[in-house]
């Protein structure tokens, strides 16, 4: 997958998940009024998505949306890293 359909696909559940529009890499998770249940409903349409079960600190610790799709981008090739290694 490439990193564009990621951040596009992210922006979509940030969206859904809190209710905004318009939104860009740029945007913050905590500006946009993130609090953990925001950041549950996000995680788990990560998961759904691409089967990445990720934890609570990885928004937290990756606030904007260009943060977050690196942080998602890099649990993403380590998966499939260990899969290769399998």
Excluded: C
């Amino acid at each position: 997958m490439n990193k564009q359909q990621l951040t596009d696909t992210v922006i979509a559940f940030w969206e859904r998940a809190t209710g905004e529009e318009g939104l860009t890499p740029e945007d913050n998770f905590f500006d946009l009024g993130g609090e953990s249940l925001v950041a549950a409903k996000i995680l788990a349409l990560v998961e759904r998505e691409y089967g990445l079960e990720a934890e609570l600190h990885l928004i937290f610790d990756n606030p904007t949306i260009e943060e977050f799709v690196d942080a998602v981008d890099e649990e993403l090739s380590a998966k499939a890293q260990q899969g290769t290694n399998a």
